[in-house]
């Protein structure tokens, strides 16, 4: 116990100097970033950038770690300690170094991703190029990020020797192991070839409009793995990204988001077709949701009971066009109702043998 205590009292200025440059290193990195985080401030006062705020956001943690390590980092070296201690706090320094510094890419990968946010906008109308760039930005961030993260973890089981002697040994075995992980990962690697597919023959981008397994949705994201489809109930479809390479299924904003829709009216033989065309004319003209490009009228069908009329309206939209084929729909059955009831579907019957029957009651 003499022996520990007095060894501790011999290295005791030692110790000091430690934790002097440990202190000293995190003083003077927050005092980094502090001075870096009011020079952005003051910058983004007089010019509004979109840079400067999404830097502030996203690295400020990273920054705030990074600097005081970096820091140590370069003082390590004026530090005089046993070779052990040395070792030691060197290596996790170094751990730290990489971890902070793949950190800070990760979050640098999100600022760029926020600028191309900033300079492209999903709202406008016509986003048919901006869901395109979406669908690949969306895809490659998520790579970039991977590979980031991967390379973090290799560099720092790297910095171990047994490690390296086992990778070392392990490459000499890389071909039967390439086989053997090739089989257990197909349908991973499969579903990766099938993203890069996706994102770059784009069948289906980022806020398209997909009926898929009969339901209706918007593509909200798109995975290394699969594709989410945000339903209309707000429920949500998730689907593998293999099912869009080897399944067929509508997508009806492929080439732009303009659209038609339907509306059938069930209909006696009397109705006067020319004036259920000028109200249905009426009826879009009317209403804010057309976009002036179709409007017509057809008989598409007789059947047995009743005449088929479908009106054929269109739309800049899918959304739009849903409640203006329910406007029409609802607004064309209310002129039947009002103008001419005598058109609503009826059920016409011949009774065979009436006059007869009508003979026989009057004799009794």
């Given at each position: 116990m003499q022996e520990t205590v007095q060894h501790w009292i011999k290295h005791f200025p030692d110790t000091m100097v430690v934790l002097l440059v440990i202190a000293g290193s995190i003083v003077g990195g927050l005092l980094l970033k502090y001075l870096?985080?009011?020079?952005?401030?003051?910058?983004?006062?007089?010019?509004?950038?979109?840079?400067?705020?999404?830097?502030?956001?996203?690295?400020?943690?990273?920054v705030a770690y990074f600097?005081?390590?970096?820091?140590?980092?370069?003082?390590?070296?004026?530090?005089?300690?046993?070779?052990?201690?040395?070792?030691?706090l060197r290596r996790l320094v170094e751990i730290a170094f990489i971890g902070s510094f793949a950190w800070g890419l990760m979050r640098a990968v999100e600022v760029a991703e926020d600028l191309v946010l900033a300079h492209y906008k999903l709202s406008e109308g016509d986003n048919l190029q901006v869901r395109k760039l979406f669908t690949q930005l969306?895809?490659?961030?998520?790579?970039?990020?991977?590979?980031?993260?991967?390379?973090?973890?290799?560099?720092?089981?790297?910095?171990?020797?047994?490690?390296r002697r086992v990778g070392t040994g392990?490459?000499?075995?890389?071909?039967?192991?390439?086989v053997i992980i090739g089989f257990a990962a197909q349908r991973s690697i499969s579903n990766l070839l099938a993203g890069f597919q996706l994102a770059f023959t784009?069948?289906?981008?980022?806020d398209d409009v997909l009926v898929v397994e009969g339901e209706w949705g918007r593509v909200e994201e798109i995975t290394f793995t699969n594709v989410v489809l945000a339903l209309w109930d707000e429920r949500r479809l998730v689907l593998p990204l293999n099912y869009f390479i080897e399944k067929?299924?509508?997508?009806?904003?492929?080439?732009?988001?303009?659209?038609?829709?339907?509306?059938?009216?069930?209909?006696?033989?009397?109705?006067?077709?020319?004036?259920?065309?000028?109200?249905?004319?009426?009826?879009?003209e009317a209403h804010p949701l057309w976009d002036q490009r179709v409007c017509v009228l057809h008989v598409t069908d007789a059947k047995e009971r009743t005449l088929e009329l479908r009106a054929l309206v269109s739309a800049a939209d899918a959304g739009a066009v849903w409640e203006l084929r329910c406007a029409v729909r609802e607004q064309l059955v209310a002129f039947v109702q009002q103008h001419h009831p005598e058109c609503l579907p009826k059920i016409r019957a011949l009774v065979d043998g009436q006059e007869q029957l009508a003979r026989t009651v009057a004799d009794v």
């Amino acid at each position: 116990m003499q022996e520990t205590v007095q060894h501790w009292i011999k290295h005791f200025p030692d110790t000091m100097v430690v934790l002097l440059v440990i202190a000293g290193s995190i003083v003077g990195g927050l005092l980094l970033k502090y001075l870096l985080a009011l020079a952005l401030r003051a910058y983004e006062r007089r010019h509004a950038s979109p840079l400067v705020a999404s830097v502030r956001q996203h690295l400020a943690q990273p920054v705030a770690y990074f600097f005081p390590i970096l820091l140590l980092s370069l003082s390590l070296p004026l530090v005089a300690l046993e070779t052990r201690l040395v070792e030691v706090l060197r290596r996790l320094v170094e751990i730290a170094f990489i971890g902070s510094f793949a950190w800070g890419l990760m979050r640098a990968v999100e600022v760029a991703e926020d600028l191309v946010l900033a300079h492209y906008k999903l709202s406008e109308g016509d986003n048919l190029q901006v869901r395109k760039l979406f669908t690949q930005l969306q895809f490659v961030k998520k790579l970039v990020v991977s590979v980031i993260f991967f390379v973090a973890v290799a560099l720092v089981l790297m910095s171990f020797a047994t490690v390296r002697r086992v990778g070392t040994g392990l490459l000499t075995s890389a071909g039967i192991a390439s086989v053997i992980i090739g089989f257990a990962a197909q349908r991973s690697i499969s579903n990766l070839l099938a993203g890069f597919q996706l994102a770059f023959t784009q069948p289906l981008r980022i806020d398209d409009v997909l009926v898929v397994e009969g339901e209706w949705g918007r593509v909200e994201e798109i995975t290394f793995t699969n594709v989410v489809l945000a339903l209309w109930d707000e429920r949500r479809l998730v689907l593998p990204l293999n099912y869009f390479i080897e399944k067929p299924f509508q997508n009806w904003t492929r080439n732009s988001a303009q659209i038609m829709g339907t509306v059938l009216l069930q209909v006696d033989f009397t109705v006067p077709v020319e004036a259920i065309r000028t109200e249905l004319r009426r009826i879009v003209e009317a209403h804010p949701l057309w976009d002036q490009r179709v409007c017509v009228l057809h008989v598409t069908d007789a059947k047995e009971r009743t005449l088929e009329l479908r009106a054929l309206v269109s739309a800049a939209d899918a959304g739009a066009v849903w409640e203006l084929r329910c406007a029409v729909r609802e607004q064309l059955v209310a002129f039947v109702q009002q103008h001419h009831p005598e058109c609503l579907p009826k059920i016409r019957a011949l009774v065979d043998g009436q006059e007869q029957l009508a003979r026989t009651v009057a004799d009794v």
